[in-house]
């Protein structure tokens, strides 16, 4: 089956879950400075809500990102955006793909050609069966991108 010009695989729970409390936590935080200003407290000033709703919205950052781990299949290379960096792998580095939820792995992880090994945080082991099946799509994937291109026989 030849994967379309390019495919996105993300987690399931993770996504929705913190899609939900970013916003809450900004909205907690908002609420609670505002609640502690009007409580006419000695020594709480201006400066200690700025900071709680910068620390809600540093909290809220973290969540999102969190949330916007990927992997973009693409035919030249697969592009995995984990929570603190993206990397941009080309399929001939990957060695082998890996995962598994029943040995205590959370994540599926690359196998790399020069000895690393890379997380893949958009396959997780809360998403069950879904992630075992992202990561058998990489797997092939990653088999048949490897490859280098077959020419035609010159006759010789």
Known sequence: M????????RPRWTRLITRILAPVI??????LSFGL???HWETWHL????WMNLLGLAIAGVLWRLGSVRAIVRPERLVVRN??????IEWAQIVGVSFNPRMGEQYASLDLSDGQTLHVQAVQAADGPRAAAACT??????DEY??????PDDGI
């Open 37 to 39: 200003s009007q409580l």
């Open 2 to 9: 030849a994967p379309a010009a390019s495919e996105v695989i």
């Open 137 to 142: 799509r990489l797997r092939r994937l990653a």
């Open 47 to 50: 400066y200690d809500a700025i």
């Open 26 to 31: 900004v909205a907690s935080f908002a609420l």
């Open 83 to 88: 929570l603190v960096r993206t990397h941009r």
């Open 146 to 151: 490897s490859r280098p291109a077959e020419r």
